[in-house]
């Protein structure tokens, strides 16, 4: 199947740091996602993108959806405790029909330090 | 509330016995979804339906079945031909068409006695 290699795997910063991780495809994607999962529980969709080159923000959250359709970033500003999760890019298909299923990365695993 | 409910939270399977997960959704979505998750990975798709009685495999299908008789309902069937079921199984729904998102339940852990 296709891979979505994303990076970094994890990240030990500090409160009120930014932070980065992104998402790179060999493939090329018509939706880009962002989700944000907590232990023991399902992930939960922070940002969706639908255009190429489209810059979204969601609060202190901000993702591109690359011009190529081949890489996403997703950016957190001024980090807080309740960031600390497991971030997770996912990529969906080609048909447009909005009903396929979705492609992961592995995960971006951030850990804030007080 | 509307959302996604994935029922038992917790399940334990014996060798060789079939186990079944449930997924109810009251979103009034025509899509849904089952993805297994293993540690430190990310989701992998099992199987999905677009619409009533009728369904497509995803990329790890083998050794899974499911059924979907109802917009609401998408059990997913673990049978003993999963020779390593232990996983963390993630349930989500969405509308068809473009630009549609998918929301996901709060998953059943299985694990084999």
């Known amino acids: 199947g296709q891979q979505l290699n994303q990076s970094p795997q994890s990240m030990f910063i500090q409160e009120g740091e930014d932070v980065s991780m992104n998402c790179t495809s060999s493939?090329?994607?018509?939706?880009w996602l962002w989700y944000k999962q907590d232990p023991g529980e399902g992930p939960v969709l922070l940002i969706a993108?639908?255009?190429?080159?489209e810059l979204t923000s969601n609060g202190r959250l901000t993702a591109q959806f690359g011009i190529t359709r081949k890489d996403s970033f997703l950016n957190i500003s001024a980090s807080i405790p309740s960031d600390v999760g497991i971030y997770f890019c996912?990529?969906?298909?080609?048909?447009?029909?909005?009903?396929?299923?979705?492609?992961f990365g592995k995960g971006t695993h951030l850990i804030i330090q007080p | 509330d509307g959302g996604i409910t994935q029922s038992p939270k917790y399940l334990f399977r014996k060798e060789g016995q079939n186990v079944t997960l449930s997924c109810e959704q009251n979103?009034?979505?025509?899509?849904m979804y089952w993805y297994r998750q293993d540690p430190g990975q990310g989701l992998r798709l099992i199987y999905y339906?677009?619409?009533?009685?009728?369904?497509q495999k995803g990329d790890i299908a083998e050794g899974y079945s499911v059924s979907r008789e109802k917009k609401e309902s998408f059990p997913l069937t673990v049978t003993s031909a999963q020779k390593n079921p232990t996983a963390f199984y993630l349930c989500?729904?969405?509308?068809?068409?473009?630009?549609?998102?998918?929301?996901f339940g709060d998953g059943t852990r299985l694990s084999i006695l």
């Open positions: 989500a729904s969405s509308y068809t068409g473009a630009y549609q998102p998918q929301h």
């Open positions: 979103l009034n979505h025509d899509a």
């Open positions: 993108l639908y255009k190429a080159g």
């Open positions: 339906s677009q619409i009533v009685n009728d369904f």
């Open positions: 996912a990529g969906q298909g080609h048909s447009g029909g909005g009903a396929d299923g979705l492609t």
């Open positions: 493939s090329i994607f018509n939706t």
